[in-house]
């Protein structure tokens, strides 16, 4: 039977997910434009190091482009290696004084993660953020309770696309990959997912890269997260 292509995204997957299904056992988040909304937190930081050490600023594109390692492998593009540990200091300085201002939770969100929880469902984090920034984050908007294990890019050897970090989730609560479900916003989480073999979710409510994720195979695609949240209830009935 052939479905309209009005139908949501999430409502295709609704009818797989109805007969051959279970819920599942951990969801792993990704962070950045997943749970939180950060670019403007992020690209301030950075420029605000390239000020003092380059005394000059850098376009958001640029900034994206030297991401993928965490946050020291960045900033090595505009300092030398010597300074960098001076200039860490002063880059999560900047980040944690302007969370408050300059990011946020994603609204929504916490009502998902409370949701989960209530589930008995095991919450991950897997992100391609340093350990610092990570920390930071979840201190400053008080959501670092509602997770069991976080592995950030100072965590693996292999960042992202690699899938190395949901293998060092699935591993840490020893389970399959049918009982983990992945979310993402980015190109790299919808790889890292296929190549763990778990589900990927890929949300976009945030997303900077979201032509492109649309142009991918991915499981289950959600542009807001009440449509997300709806679907989560379905699985866990």
């Known amino acids: 039977m052939k479905l309209r292509r009005q139908v949501e995204p999430w409502r295709l997957s609704y009818y797989v997910a109805e007969s051959c299904m279970t819920a599942f056992k951990c969801v792993i988040f990704d962070m950045d434009g997943t749970l939180t909304e950060t670019n403007r937190l992020i690209f301030d ?38 300074q960098l540990e001076q200039a860490m200091k002063e880059y999560l300085s900047f980040y944690r004084a302007h969370t408050a201002k ?11 993660l409370k949701f989960l929880k209530a589930q008995y469902c095991k919450l991950a984090i897997f992100t391609g953020k340093g350990s610092h920034t990570t920390r930071i984050t979840l201190e400053e908007f008080g959501i670092q ?25 699935m591993e840490h609560f020893g389970l ?6 992945m979310v993402g916003d980015a190109v790299s989480d919808v790889k890292a997912a296929q190549e763990s073999g778990v589900k990927i979710a890929a949300v976009l409510w945030d997303s900077s890269s979201k032509d492109r994720v649309l142009e991918m195979k991915t499981d289950y695609v959600f542009h807001q997260v009440d449509e997300f949240y709806s679907w989560l209830k379905v699985q866990f009935a």
């Open 176 to 181: 399959t990959q049918s009982q983990v479900l």
């Open 102 to 112: 300059l990011a946020r939770v994603i609204p929504g969100i916490e009502e998902v």
């Open 145 to 169: 309770d509602y997770f069991d294990f976080v592995v950030t890019g100072n965590d693996v050897r292999a960042h992202k696309p690699s899938a190395e970090g949901i293998h060092k989730i």
């Open 45 to 82: 930081s950075f420029n605000h190091i390239a000020r003092r050490y380059l005394d000059k600023e850098f376009t958001e594109s640029e900034i994206m482009k030297m991401f993928g390692p965490p946050e020291e492998g960045a900033l090595l593009h505009i300092v030398r290696k010597d």
